[in-house]
């Protein structure tokens, strides 16, 4: 799967929020009979849960002895 292209949206002209954007994405199976697909997404900026990082490692919690 890959990201071909992005469009932001809710920004006017250098002012503004960002609302939300659009990603083009493909997928290609594997092989010779492998079909290519897209199709856009739309992703709302700033709704929904926060997920954390993959790439950050978990801080252990400490705890008073």
């Known amino acids: 799967m890959s ?3 992005r469009r932001w949206h809710g920004l006017g002209t250098g002012y503004g929020r960002l609302r939300y954007v ?3 994405v493909s997928s290609r199976g594997r092989g010779a009979a492998g079909r290519p697909r897209q199709a ?3 992703l709302p900026l700033g709704a929904g849960p926060r997920c954390p990082s993959p790439h950050r ?3 252990p919690s400490l705890r008073a002895v």
């Open 22 to 24: 659009d990603l083009d």
């Open 57 to 59: 490692a978990a801080t």
């Open 40 to 42: 856009t997404v739309r």
């Open 3 to 5: 990201v071909d292209g």
